[in-house]
Nanobody
Framework: QVQLAESGGGLVQAGGSLRLSCAAS????????MGWYRQASGNERELVAG???????KYADFVRGRFTISRENANRTMYLQMNSLQPEDTAVYYC?????????????WGQGTQVTVSS
């Protein structure tokens, strides 16, 4: 099992910044993908930014150069630096890890951290 612990959410004014962190612990395997997702009230969960298994980074179009994803600690810790935040960025942000275990990919999610951007 893998545990994902997110932190760094909060309330910020429009134009402000936040940095989210996700720490992975437990049975970590090297072939993995990690990413940040978000879910606003009444909406489906959507990808914000992520690392594929080959380390290629993908950003959602709505990021528009405002967010930067990074990772360290043998890919056990992942960050999302969010700048120029707007009210439409208000959502619960989730960390996701998919890793190859024995014969298939297993999927893990964090509990989420609330980001609220006031206008």
């Amino acid at each position: 099992q893998v545990q994902l612990a997110e932190s760094g959410g909060g309330l910020v004014q429009a134009g402000g910044s936040l940095r989210l962190s996700c720490a992975a612990s437990g049975n970590i395997f090297s072939i993995s993908a990690m990413g940040w997702y978000r879910q606003a009230s009444g909406n489906e969960r959507e990808l914000v930014a992520g690392f594929a298994t080959n380390a290629v980074v993908k950003y959602a179009d709505f990021v528009r150069g405002r967010f930067t994803i990074s990772r360290e600690n043998a890919n056990r810790t992942m960050y999302l630096q969010m700048n120029s935040l707007q009210p439409e960025d208000t959502a619960v942000y989730y960390c996701r890890r998919q890793q190859w275990e024995r014969d298939r990919f297993k999927d893990y999610w964090g509990q989420g951290t609330q980001v609220t951007v006031s206008s």
